[in-house]
């Protein structure tokens, strides 16, 4: 049988790992020789209060089975805290999973100013603090694994989420600029779209449905994209049920009316059908699959 992929001598930090997802994330890292930080502010699922129990309960389940864990209760808005904890408790970092989040979910003409701007910073800028404090690390070192959370509701758009949308596909911006700033050192960026049981979607679906949602059917797709043997990077995944699957963009042919030729909304209207077939469609991959479209127009 092969060996079982480890971390041994890694650092990882989790965030919001006090609890749902996290918590799996934590107990796989813990279990396979990581030197975890269990980062949670242990507030409820909107964003209020704090407590420390959430992140010691993890820490000690994973130091129940000889693994190391410290524990870390700073919002991710104050991702340098966060980061610190792993120097301080192990001397550097070597991966991050930002994971924590919170929902506030509400129509649009009804999302106030706080539901709006509540949800960018713990999403968005959260996951910017914490990844902009270890990145320099990672970039001295030459390693880093760091995986992104977004959500199927923000890839795909879904009722009284815009708030939480924008954060997410925010972030799943942040990761694509990320993996190719990150490419000549060795540090790989991914991001997956979770769907599981927690009590974040504990009312968003009926029982029957969640019963089979297992958060744990997570955390394989997580360890390995932060496994050193993983070389993939730029990455977006749908994961939950246990299936994990890989999505990318897709671009139409398109028309070309000519760069130097004038054209007007009748045209466009009269080449609809071409604009928006898929037949033959290409999958860009980086800009330069972008710039090579130009160039095709250019030349027609
Ligand atoms: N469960 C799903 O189906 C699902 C679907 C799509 C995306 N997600 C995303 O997956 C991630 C985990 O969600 P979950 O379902 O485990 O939810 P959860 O509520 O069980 O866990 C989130 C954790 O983050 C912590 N947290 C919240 N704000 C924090 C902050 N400012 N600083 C530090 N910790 C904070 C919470 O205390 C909590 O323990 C989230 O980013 C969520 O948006 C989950």
Not at 50 to 68: F, K, L, P
Not at 224 to 236: D, I, Q, R, V, Y
Not at 253 to 264: I, Q, S, V, Y
Request: net charge negative; glycine share 12%.
């Amino acid at each position: 049988m092969d060996e079982e992929l480890r971390f041994d001598g890694r650092v990882v930090v989790v965030t919001g790992a006090g609890g749902g997802l996290g918590r799996q994330y934590a107990l796989m890292f813990g279990g396979r020789g990581a030197k975890v930080v269990v980062n949670d502010l242990g507030g409820d699922e909107k964003g209020s209060g704090s407590c420390s129990t959430a992140a010691d309960n993890v820490v000690d389940e994973i130091r129940a089975t000889g693994g190391q864990a410290v524990a870390n209760y700073a919002s991710v808005e104050e991702g340098a805290l966060i980061i610190q904890a792993a120097v301080d408790n192990f001397g550097t970092v070597d991966v991050v999973i930002n994971n924590a989040g919170i929902l506030r979910d509400v129509s649009f003409h009804k999302m106030t100013d706080e539901d709006w701007t509540l949800l960018q910073r713990v999403h968005l800028n959260g996951t910017r603090a914490v990844t902009q404090a270890a990145w320099p690390i990672l970039r001295d070192k030459g390693y880093g694994r760091i995986v992104m959370t977004t959500s199927a509701a923000a890839i795909y758009g879904n009722f009284g989420q815009a708030n939480y949308a924008a954060a997410k596909l925010g972030i799943l911006g942040l990761a694509n600029a990320l993996a190719e700033e990150g490419r000549s050192r060795n540090i790989q960026v991914n991001t997956i779209a979770p769907i599981a049981a927690s009590r974040m979607t504990a009312t968003a679906f009926p029982q029957e449905f969640l019963a089979n949602l297992r958060a744990e059917a997570i955390s394989p797709l997580v360890g390995w994209l932060a496994h050193e043997n993983c070389s993939e990077t730029k990455g977006l995944f749908e994961v939950g049920a246990g299936y994990i699957a890989k999505l990318r963009w897709e671009r139409a042919l398109g028309h070309a009316f000519g760069a130097d030729r004038a054209f007007t909304l009748d045209d466009v209207a009269r080449h609809w059908g071409r604009i928006v077939d898929f037949t033959d469609a290409e999958h860009p991959l980086g800009l330069n699959d972008s710039l090579e479209a130009v160039e095709r127009a250019l030349r027609a």
